[in-house]
């Protein structure tokens, strides 16, 4: 026990050798340090989080089809759980772009509706491997590329196993070109969504030129309008042959359930013939077997096999007011050239457009490569054989469908923001700067009378509380 002499004082308790006491400096209280979070308890090893994220998203994306398959080939005495199994990791595979061979030959016509679902489960993956990691908003490319390429890894190994239950004696999958398949999907579609979680995207956006990033914009909203107008134009003529789509699916002896999974099964097919309407409309047209050809001047096809998604096709080819279909793709680009413009064209606040000409014009032509690039890639993954023989070629011409759009768009954008700077009136006399409003909850303070809240003290805990250092007030006679 220490001896306390009377030149040493005795401090009070939690007051250290300096003689203040602990948060506290100068009599003003200081928040206490926190401790650094240590970042390993945080973040999860990257293997496992890109793992179960791929795990996770193969599994959603199987069952649904799974289902479908199940039902489609169930009838009131046939079908079993085993099968239903092994066709839905065949239906799997095939849309993932993995080419199935068959006793009636290839089979390698995508489903895009189960592309776009793995499509969206995969960006969802990168997502969320991105915050597992700790990546979330470092804007690090070669993060972002590091958590696809961990994300495409482990879904590439699913493709593995997916092929090896597959491959029986009538299916054939090549493990080899599932697993390369997969990994390419899943990587590409994994960095969609890393590249948007850690802050990758924004960055490019913003070192890209305001020129290329407005005539992206306006070729992708050419290219959706697009896609827009087939969807309608396959809708219309789906539902003016829906007698005939009915008796098809009736003709299948497969009950209630087996019905209702074939039905399933063309609404998978459903964004398939939304492209080839597409193609229909810009031209090019699509083929239904070798020799066919589905345009708006020519309609030639043979005997079709009994399937319900080509139940809508045209009987011959449009004339007299059917050829006013030909405007469509025009007006598409041109509605995307009028947006550009309207954005581009809103007055500053002195009154004046903020878009001269050529940053009109230059995006506008740029648009059509996009459009084109866009349409083109998706008339690409919509086509396949489905079998071997006369069915081996069906779906649109990729570079044909590119071209067209390309040059439809491009003259259609033009066209419509040449229209959006011509009937643009900006006002003569600008208006006029409005003073900023008060934020609500706070009273109006008139700062331009005396003895406003302009020249009052901030009150402050240093404030004089001595009656010499008030303020006197005069005292009226």
Known sequence: MSSITPDQPRRPSGVRA????????GGARVPAPRRPERSGRSRAPLPVAAGVAAAGAAVTSYLPVAVVLGLAQFSEDAGSVVGALRAGLAGWLLGHGVPLQTTAGPLGLVPLALSAFAFWRLSRAGVHTSRAVGARGGRSPR???TVAVAVGIGYALFGVLAALLVDSAGLRVSPV???LTLLLFGTLTALVGAARTTGVAGLLAERAPTVLRDGVRTGLVAGLLLL??????AGLAVATGGGDAADLIGAYRTGVAGQAGITLVSLAYAPNATVWSTAYLLGPGFAVGTGTAVRLSEVSVGSLPAVPLLAGLPSGPVDGIGAALLAVPVLAGMTAGWLLGRRLLRP????????DWPALLVPAALAGPVAGLAVGLVAAASGGPLGGGRLAEIGPVPWQVAAVATGVVAVGALLGAAAAKVLDRPSAAPRPATRPRPSAGRP??????????EGRPHPTRDRPRSSEDR???PVPD
């Open 18 to 25: 300096g003689g203040r006491p602990p948060g506290r400096a």
């Open 143 to 145: 993060q972002a590329a």
């Open 177 to 179: 070109r599932s697993g």
């Open 228 to 233: 827009g107008a087939g969807a309608g134009a």
């Open 348 to 355: 500053d606040p002195d009154g004046r457009a903020v878009a």
């Open 444 to 453: 109006r303070v008139a700062l331009d009378r005396p003895g406003s809240a």
């Open 471 to 473: 303020p006197h007030r």
